[in-house]
């Protein structure tokens, strides 16, 4: 699946942040570390602010300061503050003759949507900081009955 | 029959808690607190579980209790798999449960770290699990023991 820009950038931040909920950062180091734009990862940091995910700390020595419960607070949490990842119900009724098709497919997508959201909703920031910290990603993986391995 | 205490780290608060393989005299204990957890008395499916995973096989099969002073706080329980569609011999855990008022105090964490220490004594090297899609309490709980999504997609099909 792919997000949108501000989802990702928000993603970005707070899990950035809720690494270190004690240190402050601002827009442009946060920025500058992803190689996104400073401006626009501004503005999500001011939806972050808004939903309490971050605070904002004016002054010399500022920035931004994770607030939120990493150990409750889920990716699905951050990511509806930006967009609907969930099932498209209000697709326009399908044309009586090709009805069964359609639906067929939406069926399928349904599925992937469901698995796609049962995800994002069981993995908390705090969950997701130890998977980063692992990188289960380069290690060993087993697809199936014929083994491959992964390199780092 | 052998009372093996498993290794699981601690956390605070709960040292006096013993987590060890179960016996027949904690089946009684394992139906009520499943009972309170779900709603449902269950007693004839927990018997015929601790004769099938706590009794027998024992080399593969672990029916693991956590408690103090002779009452059952949780329990998890899980068999060494193999070859089912090409599946290498993997640790299955296929239920966990928890008081629900001594939840999020790192009891399960302990149970799950108790199974997986079963596992790798019995000689495989990953453990896997099946979770219902809507059950984000359960999903989140094996995510956070550091679970992903394995190689197998769970399917079904409904006889009309």
């Known amino acids: ?152 | 029959m052998a009372r093996r205490t498993v290794k699981a780290p601690r956390t605070e608060g709960d040292a006096e808690m013993e987590i060890r393989t179960a016996t027949a005299a904690d089946v009684p204990g394992v139906i009520a607190l499943d009972e309170e957890v779900t709603g449902l008395l269950k007693p004839d499916y927990w018997q015929d579980m601790f004769e099938r995973y706590g009794a027998r096989r024992r080399e593969s099969r672990f029916f693991l209790v956590a408690g103090a002073a002779g009452r059952i706080d949780g329990f998890i329980i899980g068999e060494v798999r193999a070859w089912e569609f090409g599946s290498s011999p993997s640790g299955w855990i296929f239920a966990v449960q928890v008081r629900s008022r001594l939840r999020v105090h790192g009891l399960g964490s302990r149970l799950f770290a108790a199974v997986c220490d079963c596992f790798r004594d019995a000689g495989v090297d990953r453990v896997r699990t099946m979770v219902a899609r809507d059950n984000t309490v359960i999903h989140s709980f094996f995510r956070s023991q550091g679970m992903t999504a394995g190689p197998f997609i769970e399917l079904e099909m409904r006889f009309d």
């Open chain 1, 1 to 152: 699946m792919r997000l949108q820009k501000a989802t990702s950038f928000a993603l970005y931040a707070v899990l950035e942040l809720a690494a270190d909920p004690a240190r402050q950062i601002t827009a442009v180091e946060i920025a500058e570390k992803y190689g996104i734009s400073a401006h626009h990862l501004a503005k999500v940091l001011r939806d972050l602010g808004r939903a309490g995910l971050v605070d904002a700390v004016r002054g010399v020595g500022g920035g931004y300061r994770f607030a939120g419960n990493a150990k409750r607070l889920t990716l699905m949490d951050v990511i509806r503050l930006f967009e609907d990842i969930s099932a498209d119900t209000t697709e326009p009724a399908p044309p009586a003759a090709g009805e069964d098709i359609a639906r067929g497919l939406s069926f399928v997508l349904a599925e992937l949507d469901s698995q796609t959201a049962a995800t994002l909703r069981s993995i908390s920031l705090s969950t997701m900081l130890k998977l980063i910290a692992r990188r289960p990603w380069a290690v060993e993986v087993e697809p199936g009955p014929t083994r491959r391995v992964a390199r780092r």
